[in-house]
């Protein structure tokens, strides 16, 4: 019995919207221009721990379009998960809420960003899926360089 309380659980026990913004500072005018917007995407992610064994993940994204510089639309959309993470060795915690739990939360902020887009009267933004796994891997190569300048 001892051991399958030992068993390492890792599951994601609700995902829910935090925050959403959706801001369309031109319109209507905007809505007359037919060139293609130029769309940025910035994502990033935060775990916090909420209780023993319980965190949570939020994945921030903001979409911003223009057209040259005026404003299309911008959105910021914080995607949060509640994930059980118990009995999970120390050395692949950091992997699991590096990767894992964006990895997760991902498409469900994607769908929400082209929701969004569509509601707002525009063609659905799609985003491109994100390989949190090569960002995780370039952050610890960035983290393990040394420091190129020295102190004698």
């Known amino acids: 019995m001892t051991e399958q309380a030992n068993q390492p659980v890792f599951s994601l026990d609700k995902i829910y919207v935090k925050d959403v ?11 007359l221009n037919r060139e293609q917007p130029n769309i940025e995407l910035n994502i990033s992610f935060n775990t916090e721990k909420i209780e023993d064994g319980v965190y949570q993940t939020v994945l921030h994204g ?15 959309v914080d995607q949060s998960g509640i994930f059980q993470l118990r009995n999970i060795p120390e050395d692949q915690m950091d992997l699991i809420q590096n ?13 929400t960003v082209t929701d969004l887009t569509n509601k707002a009267g ?16 370039q952050k610890q190569a960035q983290l393990s360089t040394p420091a190129t300048d020295s102190v004698n």
Do not use: D, T
């Open 21 to 31: 913004s959706l801001e369309v500072p031109g319109a209507p005018q905007i809505f």
């Open 62 to 76: 903001v979409v911003n379009a223009k057209i040259g510089e005026q404003q299309m639309f911008l959105i910021e």
């Open 99 to 111: 990767i894992e739990c964006p990895n997760m939360l991902f498409p469900y902020l994607r769908e």
């Open 122 to 137: 525009f063609l659905p933004v799609i985003l491109a899926p994100i390989n949190f796994a090569y960002l995780y891997q």
